[in-house]
């Protein structure tokens, strides 16, 4: 059974919010590119606030979610988080967005509130207060990878993503890891958000031919690219860095066999822990509520996690937090994670769309 969490829809209104509570900045984006990621990350949410107050809530407070959207630009998501921090109306942060807009934060908010950044990032340096649950580009990109070069025998890749830090540090790793396997990148393309000319990415892909397109394009910009790409009738495999099940029943399924995702989570995962999570989801929120995916389930992880570190510290203050966050652990729907140096080391999967939904060939 879950219990009632207050979702504030106008993040001008928790400055009313009751002293007693354990407000939480819900940074996802309900507006832009990535908005379809949104429903399913604040049902996530909810479902993970709901269980940490049904256990006593955090450092004896209920837990009330403030929503902010992330579908903005990043200078503006970061200045209405940061007054939302420094006024004291949030005590902690769960977000799941773009790279450019977390580095915003990162720089605006300044240690000032625990973040916990849920999607896959692109790796590198971490600020104190920082904590990461989803995979670096180091380790994402090479199961897929790998799994495509044994297995369709890809040896020339075509590297297409949006033009932000996200995609360029996975194509960064990518191109280091291909070669390393005597593999070739025959061409790369970044594209702006929301501008995606899909007819001329088309005809560059069939001038050239790969055996394989690395695509690290993002909400509506992927599911453009990937039902023009359906409609052209090129033959070559897709892999993914941001596909989840929304994105797949976006673009309408797929049965070519040669569409896949690389993610640390899917809905399908047939683990007891995701089948419990599925469980409570779903009478959470009812049959037709939107599937579970990477990005919402990060959302339920980030929650749960925000909280675990409060309470083992003893306290939400990053100052607390940063001498214990190490050995924090939670249990989401991929299993038990568990925090050190400030991020988790956990399993990628490498899922094949069979219709509207993954089976995952590989994981490591």
């Given at each position: 059974?879950?219990?009632?969490?207050?979702?504030?829809?106008?993040?001008?209104?928790?400055?009313?919010?009751?002293?007693e509570?354990?407000r939480?900045?819900?940074?996802?984006?309900?507006?832009?590119?990535?908005?379809l990621?949104?429903?399913?990350?604040?049902?996530?949410?909810?479902?993970?606030?709901?269980?940490?107050?049904?256990?006593?809530?955090?450092l004896?407070?209920?837990?009330e979610?403030?929503?902010?959207?992330?579908?903005?630009?990043?200078?503006?998501?970061?200045?209405?988080?940061?007054?939302?921090?420094?006024?004291?109306?949030?005590?902690?942060?769960?977000?799941?967005?773009?790279?450019?807009?977390?580095?915003?934060?990162?720089?605006?908010?300044?240690?000032?509130?625990?973040f916990?950044?849920?999607?896959?990032?692109?790796?590198?340096?971490?600020?104190?207060?920082?904590?990461?649950?989803?995979?670096?580009?180091?380790r994402?990109?090479?199961?897929?990878?790998?799994?495509l070069?044994?297995?369709?025998?890809?040896?020339?890749?075509?590297?297409?993503?949006?033009?932000?830090?996200?995609?360029?540090?996975?194509?960064?790793?990518?191109?280091?890891?291909?070669?390393?396997?005597?593999?070739?990148?025959?061409?790369?393309?970044?594209?702006?958000?929301?501008?995606?000319?899909?007819?001329?990415?088309?005809?560059?892909?069939?001038?050239?031919?790969?055996?394989?397109?690395?695509?690290?394009?993002?909400?509506?910009?992927?599911?453009?690219?990937?039902?023009?790409?359906?409609?052209?009738?090129?033959?070559c495999?897709?892999?993914c860095?941001?596909?989840?099940?929304?994105?797949?029943?976006?673009?309408?399924?797929?049965?070519t066999?040669?569409?896949?995702?690389?993610?640390?989570?899917?809905?399908?995962?047939?683990?007891?822990?995701n089948?419990?999570?599925?469980?409570?989801?779903?009478?959470?929120?009812?049959?037709?509520?939107?599937?579970?995916?990477?990005?919402g389930?990060?959302?339920?992880?980030?929650?749960?996690?925000?909280?675990?570190?409060?309470?083992?510290?003893?306290?939400?203050?990053?100052?607390?937090?940063?001498?214990?966050?190490?050995?924090?652990?939670?249990?989401?729907?991929?299993?038990?994670?568990?925090?050190?140096?400030?991020?988790?080391?956990?399993?990628?999967?490498?899922?094949?769309?069979d219709?509207?939904?993954?089976?995952?060939?590989?994981?490591?």
């Amino acid at each position: 059974m879950t219990h009632p969490v207050t979702v504030v829809i106008d993040p001008l209104e928790a400055h009313l919010l009751k002293a007693e509570t354990f407000r939480v900045g819900l940074v996802v984006p309900v507006s832009g590119v990535l908005g379809l990621a949104g429903p399913c990350a604040i049902n996530c949410a909810m479902l993970a606030a709901s269980e940490v107050n049904a256990s006593g809530g955090v450092l004896g407070k209920a837990i009330e979610l403030v929503l902010i959207d992330a579908g903005a630009a990043p200078a503006e998501v970061a200045r209405e988080v940061a007054g939302l921090a420094s006024a004291g109306a949030v005590q902690g942060l769960v977000g799941t967005h773009t790279s450019d807009v977390r580095v915003a934060i990162e720089r605006s908010v300044a240690g000032a509130v625990p973040f916990v950044y849920t999607p896959p990032y692109e790796g590198g340096a971490r600020r104190p207060g920082v904590y990461f649950l989803g995979e670096p580009a180091s380790r994402q990109v090479g199961p897929g990878l790998d799994w495509l070069i044994d297995n369709r025998r890809a040896r020339r890749w075509f590297l297409l993503g949006n033009d932000y830090v996200w995609p360029h540090l996975v194509h960064a790793s990518a191109r280091a890891h291909l070669r390393a396997r005597s593999a070739t990148v025959i061409g790369e393309r970044f594209v702006p958000f929301g501008a995606i000319d899909t007819g001329r990415i088309i005809e560059q892909l069939a001038a050239v031919r790969p055996d394989a397109v690395l695509v690290n394009l993002i909400g509506s910009d992927l599911v453009a690219f990937n039902r023009a790409f359906t409609a052209s009738g090129l033959g070559c495999a897709r892999l993914c860095g941001a596909l989840e099940e929304h994105g797949l029943l976006a673009i309408g399924g797929d049965t070519t066999g040669e569409l896949y995702a690389a993610m640390g989570y899917f809905g399908s995962l047939a683990t007891e822990a995701n089948l419990g999570l599925a469980e409570r989801y779903t009478r959470g929120f009812g049959p037709a509520a939107p599937l579970l995916n990477g990005h919402g389930h990060g959302c339920y992880e980030g929650v749960a996690m925000l909280a675990a570190l409060a309470r083992r510290a003893g306290s939400p203050s990053v100052r607390a937090i940063e001498t214990t966050a190490d050995g924090t652990t939670i249990t989401g729907g991929r299993g038990r994670l568990t925090l050190e140096d400030r991020q988790v080391n956990q399993r990628v999967y490498v899922g094949r769309a069979d219709g509207l939904d993954f089976d995952v060939v590989t994981s490591v």
